[in-house]
């Protein structure tokens, strides 16, 4: 199978996969269902996917193929936690290529990361949204990350949580997305913003995997 038909098979099923119409809305968890994706180029390194990755399909690709969410960790660093024990750094994407489970962010770090190494022209950036609290185990969540990258003056997102392996776009512009995700999601947004950094104010030590 050319690399060409990979990809265009590995768009086409991260656009027309089943999902539900509305997601669970007390969970940033990948729905039960979630995207096959047929291929993905995988490498025995980090540093070999890089070389070996060239588009956002390919990181999305792996994405839908290994992404594990960690519910533990999502509750420790719920703003209830937070609050108590301080700042929980964000997984390197080093260490996440080699355990890939976590959470919105250290996916969403992931993918902006490896794309700007990759497809820099694509101008990967975070998208930070601010839903309207849940509590969930009397743990106090708001915060959800996703990673977004341009392509032909139109807007794309993915590295989603919630779903993994989903390109959803193209989009006009991010407003665009955002009504469309707060139907799915079945929550209110408060706000959102595109980034260049998940770092809000100033660095905070990167969290190094035990193995």
Same mark, same amino acid.
């Given at each position: 199978?050319?690399?060409?038909?990979?990809?265009?098979?590995?768009?086409?099923?991260? @656009?027309?996969?089943?999902?539900?119409?509305?997601?669970? /809305? %007390?969970s940033?968890?990948? =729905?039960?269902?979630?995207? $096959? +994706?047929?291929?993905?180029?995988?490498a025995?390194?980090y540093?070999?996917?890089?070389?070996?990755?060239?588009?956002?399909?390919?990181?999305?690709?792996?994405?839908?193929?290994?992404?594990?969410?960690?519910?533990?960790?999502?509750?420790?660093?719920?703003?209830?936690q937070?609050?108590?024990?301080?700042?929980?750094?964000?997984?390197?994407?080093?260490d996440?290529?080699?355990?890939?489970?976590?959470?919105?962010?250290?996916?969403?770090?992931?993918?902006?990361? @490896?794309?700007?190494?990759?497809?820099p022209?694509?101008? /990967? %950036?975070?998208?930070?949204? =601010?839903?309207?609290?849940? $509590? +969930?185990?009397?743990?106090?969540?708001?915060m959800?990350?996703?990673?977004?990258?341009?392509?032909?003056?139109?807007?794309?997102?993915?590295?989603d949580?919630?779903?993994?392996?989903?390109?959803?776009?193209?989009?006009?512009?991010?407003?665009?997305?955002?009504?469309?995700?707060?139907?799915?999601?079945g929550?209110?947004?408060?706000?959102?913003?595109?980034?260049?950094?998940?770092?809000?104010?100033?660095?905070?030590?990167?969290?190094?995997?035990?193995?």
């Open positions: 199978m050319s690399r060409l038909l990979v990809l265009i098979l590995s768009a086409l099923l991260a @656009a027309c996969s089943s999902l539900p119409e509305v997601a669970d /809305p %007390n940033d968890a990948p =729905e039960a269902r979630r995207n $096959q +994706i047929l291929s993905f180029q995988n025995a390194s540093q070999e996917a890089l070389q070996v990755w060239r588009t956002p399909e390919d990181v999305n690709a792996w994405i839908g193929a290994r992404f594990r969410y960690d519910l533990p960790r999502a509750m420790a660093m719920s703003e209830t937070r609050t108590g024990s301080g700042q929980v750094a964000i997984y390197e994407p080093q996440f290529f080699d355990d890939p489970s976590g959470i919105c962010v250290d996916l969403s770090r992931f993918a902006v990361e @490896a794309l700007r190494q990759i497809d022209d694509s101008k /990967p %950036n975070y998208l930070m949204i =601010e839903f309207e609290p849940v $509590q +969930i185990s009397g743990n106090t969540l708001r959800h990350w996703l990673a977004s990258f341009k392509r032909d003056g139109k807007h794309y997102f993915f590295a949580s919630k779903r993994p392996g989903h390109i959803a776009g193209p989009y006009a512009d991010t407003q665009q997305f955002i009504d469309a995700y707060t139907k799915y999601r929550r209110q947004i408060v706000t959102f913003r595109e980034i260049e950094s998940f770092q809000r104010k100033q660095r905070s030590p990167a969290l190094k995997k035990q193995p």
